[in-house]
């Protein structure tokens, strides 16, 4: 249906006429959508049962990752760009009178997840399929995912996300292939010929209905699985609720992303999310295997399971319920495939995202899996006895469960053959600091994998007009090979590269002022420097160092008439959690400042500020090929890795940044004199944490630029916002600034004066943004799967 042109345009008028039993010409945009959708899915179908009658034919080892969240975005334009059928739709849409990029604009961005997390497993996802991995990811089919964002005064509103309102043309539902899951009950034990057994009695059943997604591979006939679980009422009702409560209950598991998780109530539910997730997954895996090899007892050699965060960590504890009570396998058999087939990769060195649950929130939901991970931790205990006799405080430090927490990191460490950071200095932290003592216990399990991003959406797709350049210049070789982008650097200085460089840049910027018009209302220059911070709203991520930045640039402009500076475009985007108040005050701060800076025609030639609401995969997509400047200005060892400026960097934008992450391993990629690198380093931090010395009243009474910023919180600057800054105030000096804003504000000030003295060097500049765009081919998700392929997984490419 799609070898030619005129195929295709045939077979589309005739399934879009029988689907809706309406003529072509009556036809909406979403009726256009649905049957191309339809017409993609049915053309990779048998690809797609192909790929897993070779998996199972051949007995590769397969890799399962499980994860809370996969960042999808819009799907219908990367498949039909990775199935090389994208010309032919477009040409035959367009003599269709169709515009191939507004059917694609009516996708809804899948709503299952919140930011780099959910992209990072989306990216792996695409690049297991085109390196012809046998992968599969797993998660939950969130109802309405995180949610909407609008701004309203200023102030962020959460609506609920309607992603699934018009269906999802990608997925299948599976009922046959459903799992029940089991929550509260308790636990029965008895001798049955001479052998302890376990049953879990008067539970609560859900069942957990997957829905298959097909992951397509680009230029491959590998279709891998993306399976996610919706939360259904069992046959069986409770018999202490009403009917409807139980209904209600057990939808809500699938129903957010995320829920607010303050009060017990909300903890409970995400517990069960969790435990939701594992138990269909590791059950439905469990249920494929032992269908074909009788027997799970070789579970490690055939089947690799990863637990992207802590959020899946009860996978341990669920496949030992499994091995134990339905195998009947003794512990130390259940133990060993459990700690071969389990791998963990840790995302944070936060202490308040290292998840810990309240034991009197644990045990009475997951009875059984409570007892198991009480045993787990007794065990590791007694070992770390034998190894480190009296040392309790240690063993204390190490254990799984302790003053009435269960530490899911702990956990994730004690049962799993391999845990890995996500960018070298992410990877030393863990080693020499926060998992110190689990790395002096085991050495072995600790490895590195710095993160990567798929260069087939963040530049194939999301920036045509420089992958054509780059085609045109250096080949497509880099399409399969991304690393190839090297082969670009010589061009750096080349005069005509540069001149076609800079138009590519000059039109996204175009594009992107458009969307800003559209949703702001706002005019924005685009020959200023377009200066971009999108990403997750989180203290550590220091938007607010921006802000006060921004803040002094308008003071010096309002208040001295030599000082002027080339123009700038500050572009925000971010979600922050709904109860995350703190972080809803920076969104508040942002747009009120971009109120008063857009609407001063003293200073608005010089400066705006737009705040981009609800920021999603694509509406990145627009902003990453338009930016000139990537702010990752995150405090010193806070931020994993990050990989937002992994996809700036791929679109030619110059790293503004601190040596966190893995902005260290770009610097030490395209070289110091192609980034901008600022403020304390992670060792000058730590040694803040850890020694004190810090006062953050030294830098605010010393630095007048800094005392004015922070006072304007307060002194009626922002008359729209009343009191509602103060907090931000408070936490800057009656806390002490924990994140150092003031601490790094000079040297960013600093930073940011180079930036706009290098961008008036055009010749310089484009350079620059070459020399970054070259080096970024290492910085594909493709270079991190292998890794994790032969590191890790030990899979093998699908033959055939």
């Not at 420089?466 to 070789?477: A, E, M, R, V």
């Amino acid at each position: 249906m799609f070898s030619s042109k005129e195929e295709f345009k045939n077979v589309f008028l005739k399934r879009l006429e029988m689907m809706y039993g309406k003529r072509f010409e009556e036809s909406t945009v979403r009726d256009q959508y649905n049957t191309l959708g339809n017409m993609v899915r049915e053309y990779i179908s048998q690809h797609w049962i192909q790929t897993n009658e070779r998996n199972r034919a051949k007995k590769q080892k397969q890799v399962y990752y499980l994860s809370i969240e996969f960042l999808l975005g819009r799907l219908l334009g990367s498949n039909l760009l990775n199935l090389g059928i994208r010309d032919i739709v477009e040409e035959g849409l367009r003599e269709l009178g169709i515009d191939l990029q507004e059917i694609e604009e009516s996708e809804a961005d899948a709503g299952l997840g919140n930011g780099g997390l959910g992209r990072l497993a989306a990216c792996f996802l695409d690049s297991l399929a085109s390196l012809n991995l046998p992968g599969h990811g797993c998660g939950i089919r969130y109802k309405h995912g995180l949610f909407d964002q609008k701004i309203v005064d200023g102030y962020q509103v959460e609506l609920p996300e309607q992603w699934l309102r018009h269906g999802n043309v990608w997925e299948v539902r599976k009922e046959d292939l459903a799992v029940e899951v089991s929550f509260w009950g308790k636990v029965e034990m008895s001798h049955i010929n001479g052998r302890l057994t376990f049953r879990h009695v008067d539970s609560e059943k859900v069942m957990a209905v997957p829905y298959d997604m097909p992951v397509i591979g680009y230029d491959t006939k590998t279709i891998n699985t993306l399976r996610l679980w919706s939360a259904e009422p069992a046959k069986t009702f409770p018999i202490h609720k009403s009917v409807m409560q139980y209904k209600r209950e057990t939808e809500a598991i699938s129903e957010f992303l995320y829920p607010d998780d303050t009060h017990d109530e909300g903890k409970i539910l995400r517990l069960k999310q969790q435990y939701f997730l594992v138990a269909a997954s590791v059950g439905s895996i469990v249920r494929a295997h032992r269908r074909q090899y009788g027997h799970l007892y070789e579970l490690h050699k055939h089947v690799a399971i990863h637990v992207n965060d802590t959020h899946p960590v009860l996978a341990i504890p669920e496949l030992m319920r499994i091995l134990l009570d339905e195998e009947g396998m003794s512990w130390e058999d259940a133990w060993h495939i459990t700690t071969n087939t389990i791998s963990y990769t840790n995302h944070t060195t936060l202490s308040e995202a290292l998840e810990k649950w309240p034991i009197h929130i644990f045990r009475p939901l997951l009875p059984r899996i409570y007892m198991i991970v009480e045993e787990i931790n007794e065990r590791f205990c007694h070992e770390l006895w034998n190894r480190y006799p009296g040392e309790w405080k240690r063993i204390e430090e190490m254990a799984i469960i302790a003053h009435d927490l269960v530490k899911m990191a702990h956990l994730a460490i004690v049962g799993s053959y391999s845990v890995n950071g996500v960018a070298k200095l992410h990877s030393d932290i863990l080693k020499k600091r926060e998992m110190r003592l689990f790395h002096e216990f085991w050495p072995q399990k600790f490895n590195n994998k710095t993160n990567g991003i798929t260069h087939r959406r963040w530049l194939l797709k999301a920036n045509p007009q420089l992958s054509k350049l780059i085609i045109n210049t250096i080949g497509d070789k880099w399409i399969k090979e991304p690393e190839k982008l090297i082969d670009l650097k010589p061009y750096a200085g080349d005069a005509s590269f540069q001149q076609e460089l800079a138009k590519v840049k000059r039109q996204r910027k175009t594009m992107l002022a458009r969307r800003i018009y559209e949703q702001t209302g706002v005019v924005v220059n685009e020959s200023s420097i377009f200066d971009v911070q999108v990403k997750r709203l989180h203290a550590y991520k220091r938007q607010l160092l921006n802000v006060l930045h921004i803040m002094y640039l308008y003071n010096r402009l309002k208040e001295d008439s030599s000082f002027s500076i080339y123009p700038r475009t500050f572009i925000f985007g971010a979600k922050a959690s709904p109860g995350y108040y703190y972080a809803k005050r920076i969104i508040k701060l942002i747009n009120s400042l971009a109120d008063k800076v857009n609407s001063d025609r003293q200073t608005n030639e010089q400066l705006k500020v737009i705040f981009l609401e609800n920021y999603r995969v694509s509406l990145a997509e627009e902003i990453f090929p338009a930016a000139d400047v990537s702010e990752q200005i995150s405090t010193a060892s806070k931020e994993a890795s990050g990989t937002g400026n992994m996809k700036f960097m791929m679109n030619g934008a110059i790293t503004l940044g601190t040596l966190d992450g893995a902005n260290i391993e770009i610097l030490e990629a395209v070289g110091e004199e192609n980034i901008f690198i600022f403020g304390l380093t992670a060792e000058e931090v730590l040694r803040y944490y850890q020694n004190g010395g810090y006062r953050s009243h030294e830098y605010y009474h010393y630095d007048k630029r800094i005392k004015q910023v922070v006072d304007q919180l307060v002194n009626g600057f922002f008359p729209d916002a009343h009191d509602h800054f103060e907090p931000i105030y408070d936490s800057l000096l009656m806390q002490n600034d924990e994140y150092f804003v003031l601490r790094d504000f000079a040297s960013y000030v600093e930073a940011q004066e180079r930036v706009g003295k290098e961008y008036q060097q055009r010749e310089k500049w484009l350079r620059m943004s070459t020399v970054n765009i070259a080096h970024s081919g290492y910085f594909s998700s493709d270079r991190t799967i292998q890794e994790y392929a032969n590191g890790i997984w030990k899979i093998q490419p699908i033959d055939g």
